[in-house]
């Protein structure tokens, strides 16, 4: 009965911002905690964020670190991920995941460690 909704995605060019929204139902979202996965095309899917239940802490991915940041409103059951300096590279089907443990190993994480998701949204960075 667990339901992530991703949405948010675009076309951005690089150097541009974007914020993705993550909506989840069936859980109780304010005792877990919340991730960000990715896929491009071609490459399997990996973590890219991660934030504790209470939104006291989070964890990113060598590749985003300093540009994204996650973030939760847990009396929206919203999780976000504010996406800035773009780059072509962050193209990529994004989603989210919801009860995982969150550590700084979040970019090695994979898509048979999530449990349920979303139909993702696309971030397309144009050069």
């Known amino acids: 009965q667990v339901h992530l909704v991703e949405s948010g995605g675009g076309l951005v060019p690089a150097g541009g911002s974007l914020r993705l929204s993550c909506t989840a139902s069936?859980?109780?979202?304010?005792?877990?905690?919340m991730h960000w996965f990715r896929q491009a095309p071609g490459k399997e899917r990996e973590g890219v964020a991660c934030?504790?239940?209470?939104?006291?802490?989070?964890y990113y991915s060598d590749s985003v670190r300093g540009r994204f940041t996650i973030s939760r409103d847990n009396a929206k059951n919203t999780a976000y991920l504010q996406m800035n300096s773009l780059k072509p590279e962050d193209t990529a089907m994004y989603y989210c995941?919801?009860?995982?443990?969150?550590?700084?190993?979040?970019?090695?994480?994979?898509?048979?460690?999530?449990?349920?998701w979303g139909q993702g949204t696309q971030v397309t960075v144009s050069s």
């Open positions: 995941a919801a009860g995982l443990p969150c550590t700084p190993a979040v970019q090695a994480l994979r898509i048979r460690d999530g449990n349920h």
């Open positions: 069936g859980l109780r979202f304010g005792d877990v905690n």
């Open positions: 934030i504790f239940w209470d939104g006291g802490s989070a």
